[in-house]
Structure formats: structure tokens, C-alpha cells
């Protein structure tokens, strides 16, 4: 008998792992069974079991391989050097995040933003997950705070707001866009942009730089 070979496991793990997200994405986690899976997938349960004992193992691996993808995008647009301006910055993440699984669609629909949301939805009633999220969330937070203080010694932000806030509202407006976008469909990255753009701007001098000064 000829050897598979470890490409061909892979490839084949991909394939149940994308299936099942897409039957995730649609139903919810729990109203899915491992026979809409199959179904999605078009293998045998055989086939499907060599990979995951069960729809919790299932559901765990694409829970985990997700919030990696998120803070993995997050922690490598917060790293650049220089950064963009913030509203260039938080649509670059958004970009990136979107063109993470970029042939996982569902009748036209782009799966990832309501898979993401499924996934926030899981780490609340299970405490593993919810570990690996908010270790995630640690390590992202401690990247974008440091972008912050950056924007600070430059003056494109505020100095007198702790960059931990300021950090956190950045990363809370790309984790909403995502939320608006499983919702109420997709919309382009600008939008974001634009959006930000607009809240930071000031009518009057009242931008307090990293000396404490007030400039334009």
C-alpha cells in the first residue's frame, strides 16, 4: 500500500477544518452536527475521525487556530517601523485580517467575520478558549501600547490619555468593524479609515504633545 504523504494529510485536515467553518459560520457551533460536517465536506465519518474525535475537538481547533490568526495580524501591524498614521494602521489590520482565509466563502458571503464572531461567542462558555483568548489579547495589547507611546513621542497622538486606553479603543474599533461586517455584510476597509479619521480630529488646539505643550 502505497504511503500518503504528509502533504496529502494536510491538505485533506484543511479541508474538514474549512468545511466545518463554513457549517460553523452558518449555524452556530452547537446547532451544527458532525453530519452537517461530513455533508459539507462530502467524506466519510471514517475519513473525518482519523483527524478529530468529535465535534469538540473540532470546534477547539478552529476556535484556537483563529484567535492565533487574529493576534498574529494584530501583533505584525502593530510592529511596524515607522507606523502609519492610527487610521491607516487599524484598516492595515483589517485588510490583513480579511485576506486571511480569502477562499473561505459561503454562497458568495465571506465566512471569516461571522466565524470570528462564532469564535467570540465559544470562548464564553469555555474556559480553555477563553484562556487562549485573553492570552492572545495580552500579548496584542502589549504590542499596540508601545505603538501608542510612539504616536505620543511624535506627536500624532495625545500624551496626557494612557496609551494603554488608547490602545485598547483601537483594537475595540476593528474588533467592532468585524462584528458590523458578520452582521450587516461586508463593507470596504475606507469606511473604517475614513470613520477614525474623522474622531480624531480636532477643531481647536487642543492636542496636548509629549512636552505637555497645546499645538494645532
Request: aromatic share 6%.
Amino acid at each position: 500500500m502505497a504511503r500518503v504523504s504528509q502533504e496529502h494529510l494536510d491538505a485533506r485536515r484543511r479541508q474538514i477544518l474549512d468545511g466545518a467553518a463554513r457549517c460553523f459560520a452558518r449555524n452556530g457551533f452547537h446547532a451544527t452536527s458532525m453530519q452537517d460536517v461530513l455533508k459539507e465536506v462530502d467524506l466519510s465519518a471514517g475519513a473525518v475521525y482519523r483527524y478529530f474525535s468529535g465535534k469538540e475537538e473540532l470546534i477547539s481547533a478552529i476556535v484556537t487556530e483563529v484567535l492565533t490568526e487574529v493576534r498574529d495580524t494584530f501583533e505584525a501591524a502593530g510592529r511596524q517601523s515607522p507606523p502609519p498614521p492610527p487610521e491607516v494602521m487599524v484598516g492595515e489590520v483589517m485588510g490583513r485580517m480579511l485576506s486571511l482565509r480569502p477562499g473561505l466563502v459561503d454562497e458568495g458571503r465571506a465566512v471569516f467575520p461571522r466565524l470570528i464572531v462564532q469564535v467570540w461567542a465559544e470562548t464564553l462558555r469555555d474556559d480553555e478558549l477563553s484562556k487562549v483568548l485573553n492570552e492572545g489579547l495580552a500579548k496584542v495589547s502589549t504590542v499596540w501600547v508601545g505603538l501608542v507611546e510612539r504616536y505620543q513621542e511624535n506627536g500624532m497622538m495625545r500624551a496626557d490619555v494612557p496609551a494603554a486606553s488608547v490602545a485598547r479603543t483601537m483594537i475595540a474599533a476593528a474588533q467592532g468593524f468585524i462584528a458590523q461586517m458578520a452582521l450587516f455584510g461586508s463593507a470596504p476597509v475606507e469606511v473604517l479609515q475614513e470613520g477614525l479619521r474623522g474622531l480624531m480630529s480636532w477643531d481647536g488646539p487642543d492636542v496636548v504633545g509629549p512636552d505637555g505643550s497645546l499645538g494645532g
